[in-house]
């Protein structure tokens, strides 16, 4: 697979593990770049035999992700829309690291919150740092849903009345909650996180590819289709989008410092 020609990610690959640390300043705002760039990497590990485990991580120890780029989310149709067929293209990027016959992991320090959020449940496993790492999907309180998984995926990890928490609540998740709730496979001291982590995928890394994607499509199997779901929360996604209170919510949001990085270093900013 290329590793060359990404802004928003550094790329590596070696010994079947192929990792991309997000490096995208001055928060790692899920913006359109970072989607593109995320769904491009996403499609090239899927496609390189090579690949066994994949790793996903961030540069800035205070930010794994921040959240969805509201100004985006504000160019989407005011009016309603009819409902989808197809995945959306973060969600369809987002469900591809669940898809792949490969394991995916998610390394987080710092902040994951909405779409960074919905990108780790997305992951098949999820490793966080005490202390350090937050996770939360804040988006009722501007007016909107997860739209990218968040509401489907959660309550398989969290059970119902959690992930309404998590979702109607829309504060940070410490990591150690996370861990206890299993929204996070395990909590882990910051200087321990990367080396647990790497020793992990290079065991799997050095068992068969064809072994890791049947286990993996066997536990898939375990589980009922999403597919319906998330076309579901896709459409009342894009319902909440053109509501006016919505946009007025975003609006004020960004006007008070929003998708600045003092305004997002605040716990709770939502």
């Given at each position: ?7 928003t990610?550094?790329?590596?690959v070696?010994?079947g593990?192929a ?5 995208h ?15 491009r990497?996403?499609r090239?590990v899927?496609s390189d035999p090579?690949?066994r485990?994949?790793?996903i991580?961030?540069?800035d ?7 969805a ?7 989407l149709?005011?009016?309603?829309q009819?409902?989808?067929?197809e995945?959306?293209l973060f969600?369809?990027m ?9 394991v995916?992991?998610?390394?987080i320090?710092?902040?994951?919150r909405?779409?960074?959020s ?5 992951m098949?496993?999820?490793f966080?740092a005490?202390?350090?790492?937050v996770l939360?999907q804040?988006?009722v309180?501007?007016?909107i849903?997860?739209?990218g998984?968040?509401t489907?995926?959660l309550p ?6 959690r ?9 940070d998740?410490d990591?150690?909650?996370a861990?206890?709730w299993?929204?996070?496979n395990?909590?882990?001291p910051a200087?321990?996180l ?5 020793a992990?995928?290079r ?7 064809e ?6 499509a066997a ?6 289709d ?6 579901e929360e896709?459409?009342?996604f894009?319902?909440?989008?053109a509501l006016?209170?919505?946009r ?6 960004l006007?008070?410092?929003?998708q600045?990085?003092?305004f997002?270093?605040?716990p709770n900013?939502a």
């Amino acid at each position: 697979m290329q590793t060359d020609g990404y802004k928003t990610l550094r790329v590596r690959v070696s010994d079947g593990i192929a990792r991309a640390t997000i490096d995208h300043p001055p928060i790692n705002l899920f913006d359109l770049p970072l989607i593109l760039e995320m769904d491009r990497f996403g499609r090239e590990v899927e496609s390189d035999p090579d690949v066994r485990a994949v790793i996903i991580d961030s540069a800035d120890p205070e930010f794994f992700i921040a959240h969805a780029d509201v100004s985006l989310i504000l160019q989407l149709p005011h009016e309603e829309q009819p409902a989808p067929t197809e995945l959306p293209l973060f969600t369809g990027m987002a469900d591809r690291f669940r898809m792949m016959p490969k394991v995916t992991i998610a390394v987080i320090e710092g902040r994951a919150r909405g779409g960074g959020s919905e990108l780790v449940l997305a992951m098949d496993l999820r490793f966080a740092a005490s202390g350090r790492a937050v996770l939360s999907q804040p988006e009722v309180a501007v007016g909107i849903i997860p739209g990218g998984g968040g509401t489907q995926r959660l309550p398989k990890l969290v059970g119902r009345a959690r992930a309404l928490e998590i979702v109607l609540g829309c504060d940070d998740i410490d990591a150690e909650t996370a861990e206890r709730w299993g929204y996070v496979n395990r909590a882990l001291p910051a200087d321990e996180l990367h080396a647990f982590v790497d020793a992990l995928a290079r065991r799997i890394a050095s068992f068969s590819g064809e072994a890791i994607a049947h286990a993996k499509a066997a536990v898939a199997a375990a589980e009922p289709d999403p597919l319906p779901g998330l076309l579901e929360e896709a459409h009342r996604f894009n319902q909440t989008v053109a509501l006016d209170d919505t946009r007025q919510r975003m609006k004020r949001f960004l006007e008070a410092g929003g998708q600045t990085r003092e305004f997002e270093l605040e716990p709770n900013f939502a």
